[in-house]
């Protein structure tokens, strides 16, 4: 089998990965895919919301079956585009990846289904939001209505954080169009936790929980980023958590959709907030988390390609699904400055005797060497029989890889340590 997978980034790899295992692959695109892939799979300089191209090459190629991994191509319609010329695709058409394209959508949807969230009310116009902030409880959480690059979420702790935030979203379009209308949200707390899910639109299959790191320093200080480690399962999403997510939240949503004409077949990333008044969802995406999947896919031990061509078929109920009962931490080693300026085009380097996985994220080919080329440049990940000991051996991996102005967090997963005791 041809296999295409859409993207370029440390998700797409761990994705591929895990889909060379299938042993009727003969040939894996990445499109663009980054240099650090180039062992995986090959690489094509197409980018990921180029849709007309990415048909294209799919056709004159003769691709058996595509993987769209990214927000942007999924929103735009690339799975849409490609199930018309008969290419069979995982991940959700155009109409069903709004759930993540746009937060009004998805705040509404729960409103009207009842699944539970947080008290939200939506602005186009931003001298409304800014009268309606004189009043509004704080701290408060202020979202850009489209995607920002998982950026468009701010969470201001005085009315002049609110106001400034309203004035940068509206005003300014520091996220582009994406800012237009904007979504004013009450501060929940609580441990966070992502669930990732295959589902077909029928059969809602969670994947194994998972804790992300979103600040870019110890103790979850500094700048939020896209994600600067992970650990999985997360301690704090016990058995009777899951089971209530399932009945209140996961099928619902499934459900909520299909009665909208919007049928979800992909990855399904449920973000949830575990509030004292029980779990609540903070955001959806309509794909695979990243960092997440660098430690959530390591676990799974049935096919992925099975799973997600059965999830493409709507037969995900005849498949059996299986994680293993053990723990993964992956540390994201991002550029100095991230995720600010930061320097790229430097040499990475990845010892013979590493015992983890490397998932490389920002990446270049020159002259046969690998050179940083991106603010989160690669993650690495081990696994072990415990939470403790996974941590334990990431951090005894990531000295086996270096490159020049290589920085990464020293306490990924200590949290979750903490609830375990």
Known sequence: MKIMVVGGGGREHAIIKKIKENKN????????????????????????????????????????????????????????????????????????????????????????????????????????????????PIPTVIKADGL?????????????????????????????????????????????????????GKTVVPMISSMDHKRALDGDKGLNTGGMGTIAPNPYYTEDIAKRCMEEIFLPTVNAMNAEGRTFKGCLYFGLMLTPDGPKVIEYNCRFGDPE????????????????????????????????????????????????KYDSGFEIKVADDIEAQVYIAGAKLSEGKVLTAGGRVLGVTAVADTLENAIIKAYAEVPKVSFANAFYRKDIGQRALEALK
């Open 25 to 136: 692959v003969e040939e894996i695109y990445a499109l663009p895919g980054n240099g650090g892939m180039a062992e995986d799979a090959t690489c094509v300089n197409i980018g990921a919301k180029d849709i007309d191209a990415i048909v294209k090459f799919a056709k004159e190629n003769q691709i058996d079956f595509a993987v769209v991994a990214p927000d942007d191509p999924l929103v735009l319609g690339a799975v849409d585009a490609l199930s018309e010329i008969g290419i069979p695709c995982f991940g959700p058409e155009k109409k069903a990846a709004i759930i993540e394209g746009s937060k009004v959508f998805s705040k509404n949807l729960m409103k009207k289904y009842g699944i539970p969230t947080a008290k939200y009310e939506v602005f186009s116009d931003a001298a409304e939001a800014l009268r309606y902030i004189q009043t509004a």
């Open 148 to 200: 920002a690059l998982g950026k468009g979420v701010l969470i201001c702790f005085t009315k002049e954080e609110a106001e400034e935030a309203i004035h940068s979203i509206m005003d300014d379009k520091i996220f582009g169009e994406s800012g237009s209308n904007i979504v004013i949200e009450e501060f929940l707390t609580g441990p966070e936790v992502s669930v990732l899910s295959f589902t077909d």
């Open 293 to 340: 999947t660098q430690v959530v896919l390591p676990l799974l031990e049935s096919d992925l390609l099975d799973i997600m061509m059965a999830v493409s078929k709507g037969e995900l109920d005849k498949i059996d699904v299986k994680f293993s009962d053990k723990s993964a931490c992956c540390v994201v080693m991002a550029s100095e400055g991230y995720p600010q």
